[in-house]
């Protein structure tokens, strides 16, 4: 079941349309504006709610994304390199977001730091492609493995402030 802020966070991002994954040369350009759209709202939701936590680009063909997330925390920034690539079965196999940096720090990642979306995220995807987009699997994927994952890491000292961190004299 879906919860109240999920549907709230679901109904101000823009489902997508078109059909196409990276390997249908005739739609997929079309199918890349609406994931750019979605995201641009997307953002602009988070910025005006002041909840900006993510910064995310595409090489020129839309196949490779890769950006920054971050988590705050007691007035502390944590910042993080994100990437993925778009699946050859696109848009309905969700993409398997990473945050290499984060790999062997918790059970619910796997190998090259590939959080892990199974439980929650890849039904609701299943469910809803192919309107769901990049800009729903950050929401929805990302964000909650984020907001639950980080704050844990955190705690455990497996994440440690850059500014905190011992330096090499």
Not at 5 to 19: D, G, M, R, S, V
Not at 41 to 55: F, G, P, T, V
Not at 104 to 123: Q, S, V
Request: charged fraction near 30%; glycine fraction near 6%.
């Amino acid at each position: 079941m879906v919860d109240a802020a999920t549907k709230k966070t679901l109904a101000a991002i823009p489902l997508l349309k078109t059909k196409a994954g990276p390997r249908d040369k005739e739609e997929w350009p079309q199918r890349l504006k609406e994931e750019v759209t979605s995201l641009i709202k997307y953002i602009q939701n988070n910025k005006e709610a002041d909840n900006d936590w993510l910064r995310i680009q595409s090489n020129k063909d839309g196949t490779r994304w890769f950006g920054k997330c971050w988590y705050i925390q007691d007035y502390k920034k944590y910042e993080f390199d994100l990437e993925f690539d778009i699946p050859v079965t696109y848009p309905m196999t969700a993409p398997e977001i990473a945050i290499p940096e984060l790999e062997g720090k918790t059970a619910k990642m796997y190998r090259g730091g590939k959080i892990c979306l199974t439980e929650h995220f890849k039904p609701l995807w299943s469910r809803n492609a192919p309107k769901f987009g990049v800009a729903h699997a950050l929401a929805l994927g990302l964000g909650p493995w984020v907001a639950v994952e980080i704050p844990d890491l955190i705690k455990k000292g497996l994440v440690i402030h850059k500014d905190d961190k011992p330096t090499a004299e």
